[in-house]
């Protein structure tokens, strides 16, 4: 058994919130700069440009990419080994107030969605899911969803004899449907199988593998390239004014299913894909 | 294709010459408005009341900013544009209190370009992600108002100096890059199913 004090975990959630706001992971940028060489559209290149200088500056000058710094959320998988001082949930939504209130990152959460929508001041409640694994460590993976690309996201339950092609064209016409709304070039994040619910998460969390990294298993690699070849045929282009680089990478997950289904959800994410991990 | 520079308050004339794809800087004064700014507006009129900053001629920004506060009001520290078409049912209140221009993202629907057409208004697109180097363009906070619907949905009134790049998205003859880029992308997805 390892102790773990809940302050520590408080503190490391602090940390990553402000990393992630601050600063682009290097395989976004990467892609957004081979984007740059192969838009064809002036305006394009000069809004990929724009977004490059500032990515540079945020991260220079220790301020938010995007002044939509998301609701706060963590994928987390606990150690069975490890026991916890102190309350995690409480420890890990102060860890989220202290980013947001002292590293000047808007507070975007409202109390109840229909009626009083009163901002809770602290970005608060964090949206926590965990993991139990082997093992004495937490690992930590946290990422501010901006709701420019998250009410862009989409689900359907579709029949096992749409096949592999009616699954890329529901990814397609997703990335259609949202247009220029969720800030393109988008990360498109996916999941088919499970249930509605774990197809909706997988897909969140499908969004924040490497951009450049194909899912191992080629079948899935293969509908990767051929939704990605698709979705920048479309014409949205960077900021959605025209332009063939819409989306920089397509990520596909898969989960066991059951014999009668096949649920597809797709998760979309905007340039600014930030997010950030650490171990304890 | 041009690259023009306005001051505000804007002159119809100057609005209505602006054409789909013209780069546009803006110095003087924009105002932020999103979702419940927008209501609230309209409850303010429609019980015959005056809003508290006069929009005519002036601009309209879709977007929440990040400040700080100080002992003496405010600092802006980053800007962008929030996704526009959920102030769709708006536009034409907008247009009738004598707003010129609307800044946003991912632009608006057929009822924003009637509305266009009707006032003499343009849409533009602002960078989106770029929070960081908007918000260098912003020299001060003038004015907040309606701070109690929280930082994001207060009406932000922000001195500026030439703001942008922004994009013409729509302007006042009806013309709209989002229409033509969605019926292209209509057009690819009939032929895949």
């Known amino acids: 058994m390892r102790e773990i004090n809940a302050k520590q975990i408080k503190d490391k959630v602090k940390e990553l919130f402000l990393q992630a706001n601050y600063c682009i992971g290097e395989d976004v940028l990467n892609s957004i700069k081979e984007a740059s060489l192969k838009e064809s559209s002036e305006t394009g290149k000069n809004v990929l440009s724009m977004i490059l200088q500032n990515y540079k500056v ?9 002044q939509d710094t998301g609701l706060s959320i963590l994928f987390i998988k606990l150690g069975q080994e490890v026991h916890i001082n102190d309350n995690w949930e409480e420890a890990i939504n102060e860890g989220v107030k202290e980013a947001y209130v002292e590293g000047y990152l808007r507070k975007s959460a409202v109390t109840d969605p229909v009626f009083d929508r009163k901002n809770t001041k602290t970005n608060c409640p964090a949206i926590i899911y965990t993991d139990i694994v082997p093992g004495d460590k937490i690992e930590l993976l946290v990422t501010p969803k901006g709701f420019g690309s998250e009410n862009m996201s989409r689900m359907a339950m579709m029949v096992p004899a749409d096949g592999p092609e009616g699954i890329v064209n529901f990814i397609v016409e997703t ?36 951009v450049g990294e194909h899912n191992p298993d080629p079948r899935y690699a293969d ?10 045929n479309l014409g949205i282009g960077p900021a959605g004014l ?9 990520n ?3 989960k066991p299913t059951h014999i009668a289904g096949m649920p597809v959800a797709v998760n979309i994410c905007c340039h600014a894909a930030r997010h950030a991990s650490a171990i304890i | 294709m041009k690259e023009v520079k306005l001051s505000t308050p804007l002159k119809e004339v100057d609005i209505r ?33 005056k809003l508290p900053v006069d929009l005519s001629g002036e601009v309209i920004f879709h977007a929440g ?13 980053v800007i962008g544009p929030t996704t526009s ?8 209140f907008i247009g009738n209190l004598g707003v010129k221009v609307i800044i946003g993202k991912g632009g608006m629907d057929e009822g924003t370009s009637n509305a266009l057409q009707k006032y003499g208004m343009v849409y533009l697109q602002a960078p989106p992600g770029c929070a960081v180097v908007l918000g260098e363009k912003v020299e001060k906070v003038e004015n907040v108002y309606w701070i109690e619907l929280g930082v994001p949905e207060a009406l932000w009134v922000l001195k500026v100096n030439e703001f942008g790049p922004l994009v013409v998205g729509m302007d006042s003859t009806g013309d709209s890059v989002y229409r033509s880029i969605k019926e292209n992308g209509e057009k690819l997805i009939e032929k895949m199913f």
Request: hydrophobic share 35%.
């Open chain 1, 242 to 250: 025209g332009g063939n680089v819409t989306s920089l990478w397509v």
């Open chain 1, 223 to 232: 509908m990767e390239r051929q939704a990605l070849e698709k979705i920048n």
């Open chain 1, 175 to 210: 990335v259609k449907i949202a247009g220029p709304n969720p800030c393109p070039p988008t990360i498109v994040g996916v999941c088919v199988g499970g249930t509605t619910d774990q197809a909706c998460v997988t897909a969140k969390k499908a969004t924040l593998r490497k």
């Open chain 2, 17 to 49: 010459k602006l054409r789909i794809g013209d780069v546009v800087y803006i110095s003087g004064i924009i105002v932020t408005s999103r979702d419940m700014g927008h209501l609230k507006m309209r409850e303010v009129i429609e019980r015959g009341e």
């Open chain 2, 85 to 92: 078409i959920r102030m769709e049912p708006h536009s034409d």
């Open chain 1, 252 to 254: 596909i997950e898969y």
């Open chain 1, 58 to 66: 945020a991260a220079e000058e220790k301020i938010a990419i995007c």
């Open chain 2, 65 to 77: 900013p990040v400040v700080k506060k100080k002992d003496s009001g405010y600092e802006l520290r």
